[in-house]
């Protein structure tokens, strides 16, 4: 199985810019996908095949990468944004990663 | 609109079975590849399954392989997960899922998810 590492918890003031990564046991070319959940609610897809920005989600969220590591950025936080954040792959299979959990100061 | 709703949930003993339905609507449910995904109570996302167009192909992860049926009805727009051996690792929210079109696609559309437990 291909296996995503993700960064820990994170804490950031809102206005702030903060990045979270993703890193792949092997490569999974730019099939990588970036998904928000909130508590009690299902996820959402944020940004697909590295890069690509989900409709109607709003610009301040971006994505990059290819191979094995993958960044997701949002730029500048808001409150709002306060939720776990979970990589996925679909080279083989579909896995995702344990998840950040994004929190605001 | 595109929706998906889970039903079929509850609670079940260890080595029970039971059957999870998702109905969709808002989209020409035949036209796509559809999926299973659960979560744990307090942990990640977990793929569990998902199916083609026709049903003809079918695939599973390791944990669930010879436990666990997909399938579907297009004609009743509506996706099923068969559980049989239920076991208590398998105690999860389960989400019914639709790649944004092919199969390497991420998951665009979620229902709501439905709460199976499995527990004496």
């Known amino acids: 199985d291909t296996v995503l590492t993700q960064s820990p918890a994170l804490a950031v003031s809102p206005g702030e810019r903060v990045t979270i990564s993703c890193r792949a046991s092997e490569s999974v070319s730019t099939l990588m996908h970036w998904y928000q959940q909130k508590p009690g609610q299902q996820p959402k897809l944020l940004i697909y095949?590295?890069?690509n920005l989900e409709s109607g989600v709003p610009a301040r969220f971006s994505g990059s990468g290819s191979g094995t590591d993958f960044t997701l950025t949002i730029d500048p936080v808001e409150a709002d944004d306060t939720a776990t954040y979970y990589c996925q792959q679909s080279w083989n299979d579909y896995t995702f990663g344990a998840g950040t959990k994004l929190e605001l100061k | 609109e595109v929706q998906l709703v889970e039903s079929g949930g509850g609670l079940v003993q260890p080595g029970r079975s039971l059957k999870l339905s998702c109905a969709a609507s808002g989209f020409t449910f035949s036209n796509y590849d559809m999926a299973w995904v659960r979560q744990a109570p307090t942990k990640g996302l977990e793929w569990v399954a998902s199916i083609s167009t026709g049903g003809g192909n079918t695939y599973y992860r390791d944990s669930v392989k010879g436990r666990f049926t997909i399938s579907r009805d297009n004609a009743k727009s509506t996706l099923y997960l068969q559980m049989d051996s239920l076991r208590s690792e398998d105690t999860a929210t389960y989400y019914c899922?639709?790649?944004?079109?092919?199969?390497?696609?991420?998951?665009?559309?979620w229902g709501q998810g439905t709460l199976v437990t499995v527990s004496s």
């Open positions: 095949l590295a890069s």
């Open positions: 899922a639709r790649p944004i079109m092919y199969t390497t696609d991420p998951f665009a559309y």
